[in-house]
């Protein structure tokens, strides 16, 4: 079982939110954590052009964040402090179902991250959050993101399995149908306050998803655990 | 902290020595299990040579397998029993100190793996022994084979650490003086029955080594866990 982790496994709206918020920059933390995430798919976009070399999401995080600092006129961090910011991405909050969900998949299946995060960054939160892990699968190990199908075919490849044996956990759907193009079974899992709780998301279930759950603790059962 | 895996966390000897034997294939398990990890390093030499492109250890584990039973002339097993044996590697036992020496040492520090073994290969056999890693980092990931600088210096990059913030442990001197070249903190652990009791291995300390203990168990107090 392959986990999508930002926003499927980790609050990072709320955790963002929060750390900006305690932070007394004077700007909204929200519309800050906002921004943030928006620039994430540009930026992929432009390694996966060929753009740019092959560049690790910590180093997207980074250049976004300079761009957001100037766009929101914060001029008072030092070197250090922008730094410790960029890494607010490896102390995201987990979902508060997900621990107790995961470890319960844990004792029935091999479960693993398949995220656009680093490894430094994925097992620096699993640290963060307690996320029983049994492997830390990254983009940065196929060197390409998703929704690229090296990325899903890579899990399989990884466990010498056949795609149809994975099956891979997300919040978003367009994450989903890629990976099920690649002949992985999906799982939706509902995240409707991952923008933050004053704009729900729609959670609509795809018909072709094989499973639809409202958590992580609730695909537990779904699946015998 | 970083550990090595065949020898220092795990017992590739006494592990395929016994699934060998429970096969009754007619060979002496222990000669066959010395005989597939004899074949280890210039099978990867011959990568780190160029003479063959990127290939994971597993593939390596099986070439060498072929030639094995050709050697120990065994034309019994079906292909299906092929591929079984071969994952022996994903099925190693840990020393009996292992699991709970790095139980301890993950509560205080990030415990990874840095092994030339595949990915898969590693979180399965982390699955079967219950080696609790924070994060299983592997040659696959940088694709060099220790002793190359990438592999260690990886370790720091991926953690966004400095080499000397990083600590290898190791039942080998050979990596642990590579490790040092790169600047880590070196550990050894003793093994002395990694090639079988009957065989005892040389355990004396070397003086380039920050720490030196019997087991991982032993580690963890040295380190104030």
């Known amino acids: 079982m392959a986990f999508d982790v930002f926003g499927t496994v980790v609050d990072w709206h709320g955790s963002i939110t929060r750390e900006v918020d305690a932070m007394k920059l004077g700007v909204d933390g929200d519309e800050f954590a906002l921004a943030w995430r ?16 092959w560049t690790v999401l910590d180093d997207l995080h980074r ?15 030092s070197e250090a402090q922008k730094r410790h910011l960029n890494k607010v991405w490896h ?46 699968l990254s983009a940065e190990v196929f060197r390409k993101y998703k929704p690229d199908p090296d990325t899903y075919l890579g899990v399989a ?18 994450d989903l149908e890629a990976a099920r193009g690649c002949g992985l079974v999906t799982a939706y899992i509902e995240r409707a306050d991952e923008f933050g709780a004053r704009r729900p998301k729609d959670v609509s279930p795809h018909p072709d998803n094989a499973l639809h759950a409202q958590s992580i603790a609730d695909l537990a059962p779904l699946l015998g655990c």
Chains 1, 2 share one sequence.
Request: glycine share 8%; with cysteine.
């Open 38 to 53: 928006a620039g994430y798919r540009p930026a992929m976009q432009r390694v996966m052009s060929g753009e740019l070399g």
């Open 63 to 77: 250049t976004m964040l300079d761009e957001l600092l100037e766009r929101f006129r914060i001029a008072t961090l």
């Open 91 to 136: 102390r995201l909050d987990a979902w508060p179902d997900a621990v107790a969900g995961l470890g319960r998949l844990k004792a029935r299946y091999t479960i693993c991250t398949m995220s656009n995060g680093n490894i430094g960054l994925l097992a620096d939160m699993a640290k963060h959050a307690g996320l029983p892990w049994d492997c830390i």
């Open 157 to 174: 490849r990884t466990f010498d399995v056949e795609p149809r044996e994975v099956m891979l956990a997300a919040a978003h759907h367009d």
